[in-house]
Structure formats: C-alpha cells, structure tokens
C-alpha cells in the first residue's frame, strides 16, 4: 500500500487534535512527538522482526539466546525490550503491546515504563530522547485522553520503510512542526525556524559531503536536516554529513533527535547544554571543536553572564544585556580553518550598536572574517516581528580573492509574500538572493550583471569604506535607493509639505476659537 504525505500527514494531526480538550496547542509537541517516534520505532521494528521469522524458519532448534544474536546482528538496528509491570505478565515496550492494554487504569504509566525502557536499552542512540515525559502524568493528561491519542495515531499508516520512505515520514514530522509553530505563535521561536530562512542559509553555506555541520542552538534539528537534504536534491548522499548539534531545553534537543530519525539520518550528535557556558564539542585540550559549516538562528538579545576569561572573546566582551555577538564569537572560533564557514540570523541592532559590541564589530571586520550581510524582510519569525540579517562568516584567509577586505551586503528586505499570521519568502525569492550572493562586482562595488539578483540591491563594500564610517554597518549607509524608491521618497515630501500646511490652517482655526472664547497666552 502505497501512503501518501497528505494522507500521514491528515491522520497525525487528528491524533494531535484529541488534546484540544486538555491543553494549548502550545503544548502539544510534547506528546505527539515522543507518540509519534514510539510508535515509528515499533513498526520498524516488528516489520524487521516478520523478516527475520520469514527468512529464518529452519532455526527452531536455536536457543532463545542464539536466535535473538542473529535477529540483532543481521536485521534491527535498535532492541525494543520486555518490561515488567507489577504483578502483570511482561510486555514488549512496543506500542502494540500498550494499545493492548489502552482500557486498563494506569497508562500513562505503561507508556512512561515503556519508553524509558527503550532509552535505557539503547543509551547511545536514544539516551533522554523522550524528554522529561512529564504528559504521561495522570494529573497532567489524563488517562482517557491519552488513549483517544493513541487510538486515533493508530489509524495511521504503519511507520516502517516497508510501507513508506523516509522522506514521507520526514516531512510529517516537519508538517507537524510547522503546523504546531502556526498555531502557539511566540512560543514557536524556541525551537522552530521557519523552513525557507533555513533553506536559504544552507543553500549559502553550500555543504559537501563528508563534511562536518554544527547548530550551537540546533532547536529541532532544521538547519541540520535541511543540509542533508540539500545535498541529497543535488545529486548528493546526504547521509555522509556528520551533523551535531546543542541545544539548552532538553525536551527540544530530543525532538531534534526524533526529527533527524525520522529523516533517515544517524550519524548526528545532539547535546544537551548551554552553548555560552558550556560547549559539549570540544577537542582534547579543552577548546571548542571546530567544524566545516556552522549554522545557527539563536535566540535574540539574550541576557547571558557575560564571559570573565574565555578564548572565544573576540574583540571584547559581548554585553549582559545580549548574547548576540557571543553567539557570533562562538560560531567563528567554531570555523575550521581550512573551509569553515558560518551562518546565523540576527536581529538588525548586531550591525550598528555601539560599546562593547562597536568593539567586537571591529574586531571582526578588521580581521575579514565577516563575507556578506543579507538583510531580510519583517516579520519572518513565530518570535519576532522584527526585521533580521543573515551574517555570513569565513575562516580566516579562506575568502576567495574577489570577496577579501570588504563586505557583501545585500537587501532583500522587500522580496515576501504576505502570508495568514507571518511573512514568507517564496522559491524564487531564495534563489534571487543565492544569485545575488554569487555575483561578481565591478571596482565600484556594483554588480557586473545587473540582472544576476532578480531585482534585489547588492554591492560589494572595501573595508575602508566601513571604516571610514565607524565600522557601521547598517545595510542602508552602503546601498544606494533605486530610482523607484528616490521616486517614493519625493511623493513622500510632497505627502509631508501638504500635510503640514493643513496642520498650520488647523493651528490659526484653533488659535481663533481659543481667542474667542477669552483664552490667551497662546503664540501663533
């Protein structure tokens, strides 16, 4: 049987609606995900476990023992083990086995024994992956609910390679995703970038195979999968990537590990763990670990303690008030140095705020290590309104020569389309803003091929042009208005001057009545 994605992807959000009666939709990742991965699992497995009996009927004298080396050696990739519950003859930690029993008082008891039975039984691939499982308390979710979410995910196409590809699962669980970010809003920012900002930097970025790619804030995994998939759409093995990642909630970094499953990759590494703090990638002598592309969109103006004694302070001490520019210091001492290269968004004030961040902006540019600055529309984000840039680094001395000593900026600012509560950029706008990345720019700093950008503003800025504005970097000081835009400036005065005259006829209209009525001490 053949399972379409709108099919998988109708199915999973009815089990996710059962929880309308006992949460906000803010919440329901917390129990459709962990749901939704127990359940992928046991069909994998089961569906291994069939293959095995079928392929192996002549094996009936092995021992248990024997027969259960073979099965793990040759057919399954991770162990679903036997639990014991009380008195209660012992189950499989398999949905199936608990669906069994979905009448039975205590289920959220069976299904927390369940999957912390699987964790424990695979701790180098599923250590914490389930979260805190707090959903599985009766006071929390109760026991009826529960069951309407299992019985309604049950009527979803088994989960197993046999029955769909990854690429099917993947994108349910990215549907859900973005599903659930529309409807919690703010709360979405936490853990979700929206798929077109990720495409956009990865496509930037460009990874290889065999390479490295690091996320130090990875929320669920996006900017990690979606550099596998680039890779794969170009003729590549996605798989090849070695992917890690860090995250500081620990029921988010989980999420991401169900995410990078279902997608079929598995050579990743997700940790748990304040980045600024303490970094989990870190070579033998104590400093961070490098990697070839490093991508990242962390949370913004963060209030940090601020590093007393660290090498990855660049140029100074990033602010208490924001952690923006520490993030960017983390990410350049994270660039490998033969091919490192480094993508994060930010908001707009990283390019023009002063003290200790003016110092660090310096810093950075007198080193050339910051290639482009792309500043993007408004209200892109679940978390922010707030216009953002993508800044674009590179390991030191590994510029191409057409790009050394100088910044790329470009404007994308008015490339979106309005969408139902953000918004969006399109396909075509992202590979506008790619192009225009890769064009080529004459002495002056403008673009050779003025159509190369698909109507977007670029130029290439020297770094004493930067200088000589203080290191400033606020994308207006260096590209100039189109005609267009001088045009609307113009009406825009014309609008102003009318206005203001009309101001001053209400002024004399309203000085008159006051006199009228007695009332002086009021200047014309």
């Not at 798929?195 to 496509?203: P, T």
């Not at 601020?306 to 520490?326: E, H, K």
């Not at 993508?343 to 990283?350: E, I, Q, S």
Request: net charge negative; proline share 5%; aromatic share 8%.
């Amino acid at each position: 049987m053949v399972v379409t994605q709108q099919e998988i992807e109708s199915r999973l959000w009815d089990a996710a609606d059962e929880l309308r009666v006992a949460m906000p939709e803010a919440q329901y990742s917390s129990v459709v995900f962990p749901l939704m991965f127990w359940k992928y699992l046991s069909d994998t497995w089961e569906h291994h476990h069939q293959e095995f009996l079928a392929e192996n009927e002549g094996l009936d004298d092995l021992s248990a023992e024997e027969a259960h080396e073979i099965e793990y050696r040759d057919y399954q990739s991770f162990e679903i083990p036997f639990i014991h519950s009380g008195t209660v003859q012992k189950r499989r930690a398999s949905w199936s086995s608990i669906l069994a029993t979905i009448a039975q008082p205590g289920l959220g008891q069976r299904v927390r024994a369940s999957l912390q039975a699987i964790e424990t039984a695979n701790p180098d691939k599923f250590s914490r992956i389930f979260g805190a499982m707090a959903w599985t308390s009766e006071e929390v979710l109760s026991g009826e609910v529960l069951a309407a979410v299992m019985q309604a995910m049950d009527r979803t196409p088994k989960m197993h390679e046999g029955n769909m590809s990854h690429d099917v699962l993947g994108g349910a669980y990215e549907y859900l995703l973005k599903r659930f970010s529309d409807g919690s809003g703010t709360r979405a920012g936490q853990f979700f970038t929206p798929r077109e900002v990720v495409e956009l930097i990865v496509e930037v970025l460009d990874p290889k195979g065999h390479e490295s790619v690091y996320d130090p804030t990875c929320g669920s995994g996006g900017m990690l999968i979606a550099s596998a998939n680039l890779l794969k759409t170009r003729g590549g093995r996605g798989y090849t990537l070695s992917l890690h990642g860090q995250e500081a909630v620990p029921d988010t970094a989980g999420v991401a590990r169900m995410n990078l499953f279902m997608h079929n990759l598995t050579q990743f590494q997700v940790e748990v763990g304040d980045t600024l703090k303490d970094p989990r990638f870190k070579k033998p002598d104590g400093s961070v670990k490098q990697f070839d592309v490093i991508v990242a969109n962390p949370p913004y103006s963060l209030k940090w303690k601020p590093w007393t004694n660290d090498p990855r302070a660049l140029g100074g001490v990033a602010p208490q008030s924001s952690a923006d520019w520490a993030f960017v210091q983390h990410m350049i001492a994270s660039m490998g140095p033969s091919k490192g290269r480094a993508g994060v968004v930010l908001p707009h004030g990283v390019l023009f705020r002063g003290g200790q961040e003016a110092s660090i902006r310096r810093r950075v540019l007198d080193d050339d290590l910051l290639e482009a600055v792309i500043g993007l529309p408004a209200n892109l984000f679940y978390s922010t309104a707030i216009p953002t840039c993508i800044l674009v680094f590179r390991a030191p001395g590994t510029k191409t020569e057409d790009r050394q000593n100088g910044v790329l900026f470009i404007d994308a600012s008015k490339r979106f389309t309005k969408a139902k509560t953000r918004n969006v950029l399109t396909e075509a706008d992202i590979a506008d803003v790619v192009n225009a990345y890769h064009l080529k720019f004459d002495s002056d700093g403008n673009p050779i091929d003025s159509d190369g950008g698909g109507g977007i503003s670029a130029r290439f800025v020297p770094i004493t042009e930067i200088a000589a504005s203080e290191y400033d970097l606020n994308i207006g000081r260096y590209i100039k208005q189109t005609a267009a835009e001088q045009k609307d400036l113009g009406t825009l005065i014309d609008a102003y001057n009318i206005a203001r005259a009309e101001r001053q006829k209400a002024e004399q209209r309203m000085l008159a009545v006051l006199a009228a009525a007695g009332i002086e001490g009021f200047d014309e």
